[in-house]
């Protein structure tokens, strides 16, 4: 067996670990590095939560379509205020499920704050659009439009809704 503390005292082993001012030369670089991406990785975050609500947005149709022809009655997708405070969806007095709140995003509905969908899957009210964009900061490339057509077709597109 090999003695190492006499290799180490006789400076033949490299020493490990490393200093204090080394640790704080390193932290300080990573918290530069970490001041410098915060506001795009802000703005990034902002889009992923409208991204999101749109993708929540458009399963809560697409349910609410499923659960009328399902049931061969009318269902109902309301908003609980607004429709970034969240939306529930219900058949008569019966809760189906309940979507929300989000924070930080701003829907924009083109048919007010309910969406009845009849026994034929087709909404009652004809095509309507929601506008799902970050409150903070809207962007043009962070703002997405959900499209529900006339005979009841679901669709995401990325930019504002026309």
């Known amino acids: 067996m090999r003695n190492f503390t006499a290799w180490r005292a006789a400076g033949l082993l490299p020493k490990r670990g490393f200093t204090l001012i080394e640790l704080l030369?390193?932290?300080t670089i990573l918290a530069i590095i970490a001041f410098a991406a915060a506001p795009?990785?802000?703005s990034m975050v902002a889009t992923q939560r409208a991204r999101n609500a749109a993708l929540d947005l458009s399963a809560a149709v697409s349910l609410t379509r499923s659960e009328a022809v399902k049931r061969n009655s009318t269902i109902t997708m309301?908003?609980?205020s607004a429709w970034a405070s969240g939306w529930s969806v219900t058949a008569g007095t019966e809760k189906v499920r309940s979507f929300g709140p989000y924070d930080g995003i701003?829907?924009?509905a083109s048919a007010g704050n309910s969406l009845a969908i009849g026994n034929?899957?087709?909404p009652a009210t004809g095509s309507l659009t929601f506008q799902v964009a970050p409150s903070v900061s809207p962007q043009p490339a962070s703002t997405i439009c959900v499209q529900v057509?006339?005979?009841g077709r679901i669709a995401v597109v990325s930019g504002a809704c026309t």
Do not use: E, H, P, V
Request: hydrophobic fraction near 40%.
């Open 120 to 122: 034929d899957g087709r």
């Open 78 to 80: 309301a908003a609980s």
């Open 40 to 42: 795009s990785f802000s």
């Open 106 to 108: 701003a829907i924009t």
């Open 25 to 27: 030369a390193t932290l």
């Open 149 to 151: 057509s006339g005979t």
